[in-house]
């Protein structure tokens, strides 16, 4: 089957339930990708074993389900993509791009937090691999709804882990091979890995791979104005009662709430929604919450 011109993606990590904030990603996606004519992909991201909590996957793919946002293709698990990272690793090596770094956590932080060089005071019996990023490293794109970013990624990142000192995948190195065999050409994700795009793009230009659009939605803020997310404890959506969290979404989207407010049923709902979209009403800022009945609503200051 040849690919759309458009392929987003919603890539959730098993780390526990899906909450509104994730809700608000996966719709995003789904709706800019259905606006595009596209498809819509679901990737499992459990590529940190020690962080994927038991029964996390299921869960949240049965939550998806819940909601109407179903995979247009097979899903993704990247527990189970080795081999692939490995050859993306090998090569980066081979080309001197990448290289065996020794040093410890506390080294490190010893010498500012930022890698330019290795000072590791004796050799691991496994080492990390950091990707090789040298002076003048600046990277520059235009992300789709928070304009133009740059960063410096030698001055504020610098070399970055590829694969860890305890044989786990970097988060950086598997997004990237995985974007790219998944021919994802719209990257939708939270605002609060923007500062992650640069080290991916350049990533793809060390791996010689195609960089896709991207656009960084704006994240959902608690009462506190900080993360609405399951490391503070925020509630998760509930798969019984799609209707009202989709609806709080959509209006937290920046979307007219008129559109599907007379619909009784997800894919009711989710077909007035696609076809009521507009992207030009997505709101580039974060968006503030308060929890009312034990639920995420939109907040009015």
Not at 142 to 164: N, P, S
Request: overall charge neutral; charged content about 20%.
């Amino acid at each position: 089957m040849s690919m759309p011109p458009y392929c987003g993606r919603f890539a959730p990590s098993p780390t526990g339930p899906l909450h509104p904030g994730s809700l608000l990603a996966a719709l995003g996606s789904w709706l800019l990708a259905r606006h595009a004519g596209g498809h819509w992909l679901v990737r499992v991201e459990d590529v940190d074993p020690p962080r994927t909590v038991p029964g996390a996957v299921s869960g949240q793919l049965a939550t998806l389900a819940a909601f109407g946002l179903n995979s247009d293709g097979p899903i993704v698990h990247q527990s189970q993509r080795d081999a692939l990272y490995q050859q993306a690793l090998d090569r980066l090596l081979g080309k001197g791009k990448a290289f065996a770094c020794h040093c410890s956590r506390s080294e490190l932080a010893a010498q500012g937090g930022i890698h330019h060089q290795c000072v590791a005071r004796a050799e691991r019996a496994q080492p990390a691999i950091r990707l090789r990023v040298p002076p003048a490293s600046v990277v520059s794109f235009d992300d789709g709804l928070q304009g133009t970013i740059v960063q410096d990624v030698h001055a504020e990142v610098g070399d970055f882990v590829l694969r860890r000192a305890d044989g786990y995948w970097a988060y950086q190195l598997a997004v990237v091979v995985d974007d790219d065999a998944q021919h994802v050409t719209d990257v939708v994700r939270g605002a609060d890995l923007l500062d992650s795009t640069p080290r991916q793009i350049l990533l793809q230009q060390a791996l010689g791979l195609p960089t896709p659009r991207y656009l960084h939605l704006p994240l959902l803020l608690g009462p506190q104005g900080r993360k609405l997310s399951k490391s503070e404890a925020a509630l998760p959506v509930d798969p019984a009662r799609p209707l009202p969290a989709l609806r709080r979404a959509w209006v937290q989207l920046g979307q007219d709430p008129a559109i599907g407010a007379r619909a009784d049923a997800v894919d009711g709902w989710l077909q007035q929604a696609a076809a009521g979209f507009d992207p030009a009403r997505l709101p580039p800022g974060d968006i503030s919450t308060l929890h009312v009945a034990g639920e995420a609503a939109p907040f009015a200051p």
